[in-house]
């Protein structure tokens, strides 16, 4: 009966310290044991995306980045027909921005960055960030094809959430005897595997999945955070992992155990992230809301939204939409 019901998963850490602070493995413990926060690996789709954007921001790329989002054809295994990766809607948007492909989580601009980039300097980027899990050399890797657990995925975002610092998830911080002494007591350690920069700069990206993209259910929280919406294949697993400036980074899953889709439509924004949603709204009453900190070395620049150029003063923009947008300093394109 168990193995027919929809479950669950959901995880929430300190990415500081790495201390876990709520967990929940499945619907019903006495039904079955099997811890799906940390056990179950399952396709990650496109929450694994910040993760190949962030990279790309390690080489070189800026939140304003052109792509081209257009038909393309990949031959993975000679002999075989190409891989022609597809969009979510099936369409195709032309030349847009770093940001907008990740707002909109847009497969092809992805799939060319991670071919860009280099998928050995991404696995390697991935396994910075804490993702232990196998990663197989395939540009499908840019879409989530690797099996990964909730718990990896939560740490890793955690990088971002905590300025660049990776603290090893902690489910226990100490032992005690019966006499309250305490025999063993486990110390958070966080080491620095990205800049603060490389880390502000892909928050500020996914803000913006949440502000006018993908995961724009979360703007119910009514206070800044970042995240980002998965959906693996005929909507076999839904996603949606997130964090706000308060210390607190949460993961949500939902699936089956088995291969089952979970019917139409069932998307990370619209199965997972009502239930991340309401965790935080609870998790965090009587919280300040806080913005996320902008570290020295980030510059703000004037660009048209729709091209990435940049506008000199007293000019207008050919879209008619101007965004403030933040670069590295010394990446800013100059008017």
Known sequence: KDRVQVQGALIAMD????????????????????????????????????????????KGFTPATIIVDEPIAYVDVPGKDPWEPKNF??????????????????????????????LDYLIQYAKNLGIKSKLEPNLSLALGS???????????????????????????????????????EVEPVAIEVISPQTAYLITSMMQSVIQEGTGQRAKAL??????????????????????????????????????????SYETGAVAALPIWLEFMKEALVNKPVENFPIPEGIVFAKIDAATGEPIPPGRSTQSGRAIFECFKEGTAPLP
């Open 89 to 118: 809607d099936r369409e195709f948007w032309g030349p847009i921005t770093m940001r907008k492909a990740l707002t909109f989580s847009r497969n092809i601009p992805t799939v060319k960055i991670a071919q860009a980039i280099g």
């Open 146 to 184: 690797a099996n990964l657990s909730l718990l990896e995925l939560t740490s890793a975002f955690g990088v971002f959430a905590s300025q660049g610092y990776r603290a090893e998830p902690i489910f226990l911080t100490q032992i005690r005897d019966k006499g309250g002494n305490i025999l063993e």
């Open 222 to 263: 009514g206070r800044p955070a970042a995240g980002k919406t998965g959906t693996t294949n005929d909507y076999r697993d839904a996603w949606f992992i997130g964090f706000t400036p308060n210390n607190l980074v949460t993961g949500a899953w939902i699936g089956y155990d088995i291969e089952k889709p979970l019917g």
């Open 15 to 58: 990415p500081q310290t790495g201390f876990i602070l709520a967990m929940v493995g499945g619907r019903d413990f006495s039904a079955s044991q099997f811890n799906r926060a940390t056990q179950a690996k399952r396709q990650a789709g496109s929450a694994f995306k910040p993760i190949v954007h962030a990279a790309a921001l390690d």
